[in-house]
């Protein structure tokens, strides 16, 4: 037997029978496909994890998808198109 848990989230899987289990709060299902219940299980427990994952880096300055922090000002990304301006007009002559 399989089990796992994320906050109210639950996973149970009977491997030898191929069936598993997922109880959420509001809902619970078995399912006859592993793999399938598996998918549902992510998406109830982990999901609203990686939005509040995202959510708390973003507010604290760092990229939602990538995870980096910019840290580049408004002043010195302005600088580096001012040297893209510069190159563009030196090569068009």
């Known amino acids: ?3 796992y848990k994320i906050k ?3 996973f149970e ?3 030898a029978a191929g ?3 997922v109880i959420a709060p509001g809902y619970e299902k078995t399912f006859t496909n592993a793999i399938e219940a598996w ?3 992510k998406s109830y427990a982990l999901e609203p ?3 509040d994952l995202r959510d708390k880096l973003e507010a604290n300055g760092f990229n939602r998808w990538t995870g980096t922090r910019d840290h580049l000002t408004e002043t010195e990304m302005k600088i580096f ?3 893209a301006a510069i190159k563009e ?3 068009d002559v």
């Open 1 to 3: 037997m399989i089990r």
């Open 8 to 10: 109210d989230v639950a």
């Open 13 to 15: 899987c009977d491997e």
């Open 19 to 21: 069936t598993a289990k």
């Open 39 to 41: 998918n549902t299980f």
């Open 49 to 51: 994890l990686e939005r």
């Open 81 to 83: 198109d001012d040297i």
């Open 89 to 91: 007009r030196r090569y």
